[in-house]
């Protein structure tokens, strides 16, 4: 079997691993992505909103825009709406992406599509493809491979704390410029979401496992659709269904040796929202980066520069919402009393405990 030669090995071709793609493609450095899906973005699993700067960050043009959000509403279980300004865009995911995965390829790095990375070993990474098994030499590895992680297997660094999420698209009944959040007893550790789209609508639910004889994830949902239909907000069946699971961790170590891990694979979403595709970019930048800087420097110790900055950047605010999130969890029977620390549109959030 012959081996393939890499600088960098990149694992996910999300917009944690495309970003860090970008950035580790220069002076010539051979950046390979393997991604296991055969076409990226797709299926889409996200909510797909992501705030106005990221916009300037990733430098894509606006193809992949569908509407702009201004504002977002919180509707409480009392009733109580707070409506804050959030200024931010629902995305097309897939295109967005693709785009970030097509400058990648731009700037030199090489994209394996149906391939999946399933081991490793002093020899290499074992990769297996469509035409076979692929073993694949790198200086250094970044895990950008999703809530699930297998190269965070390989150093002892994965998601312990995954919250599932559950989607579907419906027409919606009027045009909607805002952004909607509910907090409801019935969907535990978490809200629904009502994101508007051009014509249509995302309409999902975050729900924390429970240890009690809750429903299920699917229930909830459609009993969260069904509230929406009777104030009239969307109609029809679902155009589509999409699931998937959401990282709710505190901060953890991401590197060891020559690994190290970025986006939704190193806990980078945010314990509360969410939200996590600014933090992919971000950190996966960082990640192609530093680890492209080792590379050139020939010094495996440089990669701790990595984690000094995205902790200096994220470490207060995850640990914030991380701590925020065991207590909406431990104190959900009083949700009424305590979602206002618990939720980030509110001054309540930000105090100390």
Same mark, same amino acid.
């Given at each position: 079997m012959d081996t393939k030669l890499c600088d960098i090995l990149i694992v996910g071709s999300g917009p944690a691993g495309s970003s860090a793609a970008i950035a580790a493609s220069r002076g010539g450095l051979r950046v390979l992505v393997v991604e296991?899906?055969?076409?990226?973005?797709?299926?889409?699993?996200?909510?797909? %909103? #992501?705030?106005?700067?990221? $916009?300037?960050?990733?430098?894509?043009?606006? &193809?992949? #825009?569908?509407?702009?959000a201004n504002k977002m509403r919180t509707i409480l279980p009392d009733g109580e709406v707070q409506e804050t300004r959030?200024?931010? %865009? #629902? =995305?097309?995911?897939? !295109?967005?992406? /693709?785009?970030?995965?097509?400058?990648?390829?731009?700037?030199?790095?090489?994209?394996?599509?149906?391939?999946?990375?399933?081991? !490793? &070993?002093?020899? @290499? =990474?074992? $990769?297996?493809?469509k035409d076979g098994i692929q073993k694949v030499k790198a200086k250094f590895i970044i895990g950008a491979d999703g809530p699930h992680t297998k190269v965070g297997s390989w150093i002892n660094s994965t998601n312990r704390n995954l919250i599932p999420s559950a989607q579907m698209s419906f027409e919606l009944s009027a045009p909607m410029e805002n952004?909607?959040? %509910?907090?409801?007893?019935? =969907?535990y550790g978490?809200?629904?979401?009502?994101?508007?789209?051009? &014509?249509?609508?995302?309409? @999902?639910?975050?729900?924390?496992?429970?240890?009690?004889?809750?429903?299920?994830?699917?229930?909830?949902? &459609?009993?969260? $659709?069904?509230?929406?239909?009777?104030?009239?907000? !969307?109609?029809?069946?679902?155009?589509?269904?999409?699931? @998937?699971?959401?990282?709710?961790? /505190?901060?953890?170590? =991401? #590197?060891k040796d020559n690994i190290l891990l970025a986006g939704d694979a190193a806990g980078h979403t945010h314990p509360i929202t969410g939200a996590g595709v600014a933090q992919a970019v971000i950190c996966g930048k960082m990640a192609g980066k530093w680890a492209a800087n080792a590379v050139e420097a020939d010094d495996l110790s440089i990669l701790e520069e990595y984690e000094k900055e995205w902790c200096e950047l994220y470490e207060e605010s995850l640990t914030r919402a991380f701590n925020r999130r065991q207590l909406l969890e431990r104190e959900w029977d009083n949700l009424e009393n305590i979602v206002k620390r618990c939720w980030i549109v509110f001054r309540e959030y930000y105090a100390e405990p």
């Amino acid at each position: 079997m012959d081996t393939k030669l890499c600088d960098i090995l990149i694992v996910g071709s999300g917009p944690a691993g495309s970003s860090a793609a970008i950035a580790a493609s220069r002076g010539g450095l051979r950046v390979l992505v393997v991604e296991t899906r055969k076409v990226i973005g797709r299926p889409v699993r996200c909510a797909e %909103y #992501i705030p106005a700067p990221l $916009v300037r960050e990733v430098k894509l043009g606006h &193809d992949f #825009i569908v509407q702009a959000a201004n504002k977002m509403r919180t509707i409480l279980p009392d009733g109580e709406v707070q409506e804050t300004r959030a200024p931010g %865009y #629902i =995305i097309n995911r897939d !295109i967005f992406d /693709q785009g970030l995965a097509r400058k990648a390829e731009e700037r030199g790095a090489e994209i394996w599509l149906s391939s999946k990375a399933v081991s !490793i &070993d002093k020899e @290499g =990474i074992e $990769v297996h493809r469509k035409d076979g098994i692929q073993k694949v030499k790198a200086k250094f590895i970044i895990g950008a491979d999703g809530p699930h992680t297998k190269v965070g297997s390989w150093i002892n660094s994965t998601n312990r704390n995954l919250i599932p999420s559950a989607q579907m698209s419906f027409e919606l009944s009027a045009p909607m410029e805002n952004t909607e959040v %509910y907090f409801d007893k019935e =969907i535990y550790g978490g809200y629904g979401w009502l994101f508007p789209k051009g &014509d249509t609508a995302n309409v @999902g639910i975050g729900l924390q496992k429970s240890n009690d004889k809750s429903e299920s994830i699917s229930k909830v949902l &459609d009993h969260f $659709v069904l509230r929406l239909k009777e104030e009239g907000k !969307i109609k029809g069946d679902p155009l589509r269904k999409t699931a @998937g699971w959401i990282p709710a961790e /505190q901060p953890r170590r =991401i #590197i060891k040796d020559n690994i190290l891990l970025a986006g939704d694979a190193a806990g980078h979403t945010h314990p509360i929202t969410g939200a996590g595709v600014a933090q992919a970019v971000i950190c996966g930048k960082m990640a192609g980066k530093w680890a492209a800087n080792a590379v050139e420097a020939d010094d495996l110790s440089i990669l701790e520069e990595y984690e000094k900055e995205w902790c200096e950047l994220y470490e207060e605010s995850l640990t914030r919402a991380f701590n925020r999130r065991q207590l909406l969890e431990r104190e959900w029977d009083n949700l009424e009393n305590i979602v206002k620390r618990c939720w980030i549109v509110f001054r309540e959030y930000y105090a100390e405990p």
